[in-house]
């Protein structure tokens, strides 16, 4: 090996800022995870003051990896940290009401606490919502760890810009990516596949709305693809498996491929009829 690539190893070293690992972000968040549900970590307190001193265990740790990553300052950090675990019961509470949404949706689910121990729908929209906190007090890198940490973990790529309402259901979830600047209502399920993506991918819309939004009360099968950030699905919606979409849909539709059969013979044609039902 040349001494010069070595010298300039050590250089680039020295001139790299302190930054977390990603298994220090994945440790916290499975830590805190297990806090805010017990039937995730299974840890149990034996007093309120042992649970207390633990959450301060885990803002300290929260407010090293802030000030490890941002330059805003410790006094920045330690308000934005102060907030985040103010918000820790109202996140809480948002979890659960995607916990029910996913019992309720998923036949094969029987308790909330198998939705929680096993389900990666769940793991998933966990980390996001902790992720998007943190994202909203405009924290670098470490909302993206989390969501890239999940993704890795479950197959479900989340933006954490990305914004979702209440009963959130995620059924099967692998291969699930929705964009940042997605829009998502309230008691909306996606199936294992789809993408809320963008029709653009040029650096300059960086700023702009690029994903779909996707109203209250919307399914949406595997494999469909949603693109365009002027792209609305209505509300009451059906999104059938496969369709490609990149104009709104109007409240209370069905969106699906329909095969049609060539003149009578036992094939199918090799197109799809793209059907839109009110």
Not at 184 to 199: C, E, P, R, S
Not at 221 to 230: D, K, M, Q, R
Request: aromatic content about 8%; overall charge negative.
């Amino acid at each position: 090996m040349k001494q010069s690539f070595i010298d300039k190893l050590y250089q680039d070293h020295q001139n790299s800022p302190n930054c977390n690992s990603p298994e220090r972000v994945a440790a916290f968040f499975k830590e805190l995870l297990g806090t805010v549900f017990p039937d995730f970590g299974g840890k149990k307190f034996n007093s309120i003051e042992a649970l207390e001193a633990h959450l301060g265990t885990l803002k300290a740790e929260l407010l090293e990896m802030v000030c490890s990553e941002d330059v805003a300052g410790v006094k920045e950090a330690r308000k934005n940290v102060d907030s985040f675990f103010q918000r820790l019961d109202t996140i809480h509470h948002e979890l659960e009401k995607d916990i029910a949404a996913m019992v309720a949706g998923d036949p094969a689910a029987t308790s909330p606490r198998e939705v929680i121990r096993t389900y990666p729908g769940f793991y998933a929209i966990a980390a996001h919502r902790f992720a998007h906190e943190l994202q909203l007090m405009n924290i670098s890198l470490l909302p993206r760890m989390l969501s890239e940490h999940a993704h890795s973990h479950t197959g479900i790529d989340i933006h954490p810009g990305a914004t979702i309402g209440e009963y959130f259901c995620i059924d099967h979830g692998t291969g699930i990516v929705i964009g940042e600047t997605s829009d998502i209502g309230n008691h909306v399920k996606i199936y294992q596949g789809v993408t809320l993506g963008a029709l653009s991918v040029r650096k300059e819309d960086a700023k702009t709305k690029r994903h779909p939004t996707i109203r209250d009360h919307v399914v949406i099968y595997s494999g469909a693809t949603i693109l365009g950030g002027e792209t609305v699905i209505g509300h009451h919606s059906i999104v059938g498996g496969n369709v490609w979409i990149t104009k709104s849909v109007e409240p209370n539709s069905k969106v699906y491929y329909q095969a049609k059969m060539n003149d009578g013979k036992d094939e199918e044609m090799d197109r799809f009829i793209y059907k839109t039902e009110y």
